[in-house]
């Protein structure tokens, strides 16, 4: 991993492609592992188990928590790559509201589960909380109880309504300004074991504002899939490091422009991460929580997987419009180690849509 920066790709599951898309996720298992292999080729940490994984979105507390166990052993056996994991809620029943300390029995189990298998756990936002807390005192309360019973540092995870609209008003305000001030008088408070806040709210000058008011040894760690260049290169008053969806597909890449940074070139680094900014912007276009499609669409394309299959029957959620265009964008950033198969794997895909017959 670099040493300028902490750096995470938050990588996607491949899905079995002849599972039924209706009967709960189904993942092939070599496939997807080997991917994890291919990040850590490239130089970057894993994030395992989380938004980009299609947490919320078709994969289940069950197939998470054996992700989670198999990606442990997978990086204890390449000699402890470096890898973190979503802790979530997502094993609460959703037919009625949580309590709050249903939410923090919930981040507790699944805590536990990441650390036994050596990951660095990342507290994510929760749905249940969201939908049952009141206001900030509420936030205060279920993360304050789960914190400070945690002996190893943990990171945390603010995911802004843009990627699920379900955590609208997370921290108990809709203000986003409000709302990370919030967060970070929580950092404050519990400064011994946070380590980290992963901030996805695709709004830069929100992310630099709460960049500067982290205590000393809390870092801020940038998910924001369409400024990340400018986070990661920083200000003189500080940077962010990363955990992004976007890394998955921009694995290689991303890890020759951290090089740049570990030799104090920040022109290099600009200079190979600027040029993929216009498709990570489509791939993260409204509305955001469909990204994961790009992803899963570009591993494809990059013959990382066979098939373009999602968990969920989840690829049917981008046009077949978008999709050319993120072939056009990725082929104009170089970001495809073979342009022509990538061609020739799309062609069937616009057949099928009645394009190019």
Known sequence: MSRARTAYAAVH???DPLADPSGGAVLDWEATLAFRHHVWNCGLGVAEAMDT??????LGWATAHELIVRTGAEAAAVGGGPWCAGVGTDQLPTARPASLDAVVDAWRAQ?????EAGGVPVIMASRALAAVAEGPDDYHRAYGTLLAEVTEPVLLHWLGEPFDPALAGYWGHRDVHKAADELAGLCRDHSRVVAGVKVSVLDAAVEV???RSLPDGVACITGDDFNYPELIAGDDQGHSDALLGI????ASVAGRALCRLDEGDVVGFRAL???TVPLARE???SPTQNYKVGVVFLAYLAGHQDHFRMVAGLESQRSITHLTEVLRLATSAGILPDPDRAAARMRPLRTLAGLDA
């Open 13 to 15: 599951v491949v899905a």
């Open 53 to 58: 994984a299609q947490r919320g979105s078709g």
């Open 111 to 115: 805590l536990a589960v990441v650390a």
């Open 209 to 211: 504002e709460l960049r």
């Open 247 to 250: 890394f998955d597909p921009l």
């Open 273 to 275: 991460l600027d040029p």
């Open 283 to 285: 791939v993260f276009r």
